[in-house]
């Protein structure tokens, strides 16, 4: 069976991991090789990159630039020594984000140059896009108060205003209607099993194999 390359996106609290996981069972049901991972933290340097991206000092900020120089480093990483390989075994590779999260955050979010953006994300990835984005799509406000319930704090990304958080979701609104073809959308304000029945069915449709 070919390799598989499918993202999912969302504004915090958006409900990737629990989504990921259940596409995850759903797949190994049918016989797929299937592998878990994510960005930033993808691998045993992005666990460190992870660390210096989402842990919040005050007395240490990070530039913007630096910020999205980070991710790129941490991507680059990941696609050599994880993505390609994983897919060249022929296995299907669930992420938790990867390109547009760095378009809607870095981009939207922090208002960065978007050519700069689109071209560290070519030279991290080396053209590898994925086949099908999943975007989780709900309300910042939902997704934060479902972060602030885990009782486990909010991480640097997570404690901006809330006007950034309403950039990123604009970001990701563009990004899906600019790429029909690649991003989905699923109401991730449904119940678990409604947004996973969602995401079966885009996937049997767009995967052949799964047919």
Same mark, same amino acid.
């Given at each position: /069976?070919?390799?598989? &390359?499918?993202? &999912? $996106? ?8 629990? @989504? /990921? ?6 797949? %190994? ?8 991972? #994510? ?15 989402? @842990?919040?000092? =005050?007395?240490?900020?990070?530039? $913007? ?11 680059? !990483? ?18 938790? #984000? ?15 140059? /978007? ?19 999943i975007w989780l799509d709900v309300d910042v406000e939902v997704g934060l108060t479902r972060k602030r319930g885990e009782n ?6 997570? !404690? $901006?205003?809330?006007? &950034?958080?309403?950039?990123? @979701? ?11 073809? #690649?991003? &989905? ?14 995401? %079966? ?6 995967? !052949? =194999?799964? @047919?």
């Open positions: /069976m070919v390799g598989r &390359f499918i993202v &999912f $996106e969302g504004v915090e609290g958006c409900g990737k991991t629990s @989504q /990921m996981q259940l596409c995850a069972e759903w797949l %190994q049901s049918l016989g797929v090789s299937v592998v878990l991972t #994510r960005e930033p933290g993808g691998t045993e340097l992005g666990l460190d990159l992870r660390r210096l991206l989402l @842990q919040k000092e =005050e007395d240490k900020p990070i530039a $913007e630039v630096t910020e999205l120089l980070l991710y790129a480093a941490d991507r680059s !990483q990941h696609v050599a020594q994880e993505l390609k390989p994983q897919l060249a075994q022929g296995k299907y590779i669930l992420c938790d #984000r990867y390109v547009d999260s760095t378009i809607a955050y870095q981009g939207y979010g922090r208002g960065l140059d /978007m050519d700069l953006i689109h071209q560290l994300n070519y030279i991290a990835t080396g053209g590898l896009t994925s086949d099908i984005t486990v704090g909010l991480d640097r990304i997570e !404690q $901006e205003a809330i006007a &950034f958080h309403r950039r990123v @979701q604009q970001g990701y609104a563009d990004l899906a209607k600019s790429s029909p073809s #690649r991003i &989905f959308s699923v109401d991730g304000s449904s119940s678990k099993e409604i947004v996973h029945k969602k995401i %079966q069915e885009i996937l049997s449709v767009h995967l !052949q =194999e799964l @047919q």
